[in-house]
């Protein structure tokens, strides 16, 4: 079974930096392409960035463009959001998910459900 957990949220300034991971556990992690999504208090669940399986396509909502990086360790089955210039409407709980292709993933086709996220907070 599929299963993709989030870790590394923290509460930090604004202007500051974080960065996630989702690690990949019960599939071959080079056939899953894998996307971030948020979702704040009241709003809809975002998608945030999307990875290929390959690493070679990366794609980012408009919010996070510049700011927002994806990234993929395929020795570690992991796949990194890192964030810089965090603003204070980047505060939500954030998720990870994945497809068998990054078309699949633009779909919103996943995989499995979704996971427990993991708490961002930017506040001073």
């Known amino acids: 079974q599929v299963q993709l957990v989030e870790s590394g949220g923290d509460l930090v300034h604004p202007g500051g930096s974080l960065r996630l991971s989702c690690a990949v556990f019960?599939?071959?992690?080079?056939?899953?392409?894998v996307g971030w999504y948020r979702q704040a208090p009241g709003n809809k669940r975002e998608r945030v960035a999307t990875?290929?399986?390959?690493?070679?396509?990366?794609r980012y909502a408009d919010s996070v463009k510049g700011r927002f990086t994806i990234s993929r360790d395929n020795a570690k089955n992991t796949v990194y959001l890192q964030m810089t210039s965090l603003k204070p409407e980047d505060a939500a709980a954030y998720y990870c998910?994945?497809?068998?292709?990054?078309?699949?993933?633009?779909?919103?086709?996943?995989?499995?459900?979704w996971g427990q996220g993991t708490q961002v907070t930017v506040s001073s």
């Open positions: 019960g599939t071959i992690f080079s056939d899953v392409a």
């Open positions: 998910n994945g497809a068998s292709s990054h078309a699949a993933l633009l779909k919103s086709t996943f995989l499995t459900s």
């Open positions: 990875i290929s399986r390959g690493g070679s396509i990366t």
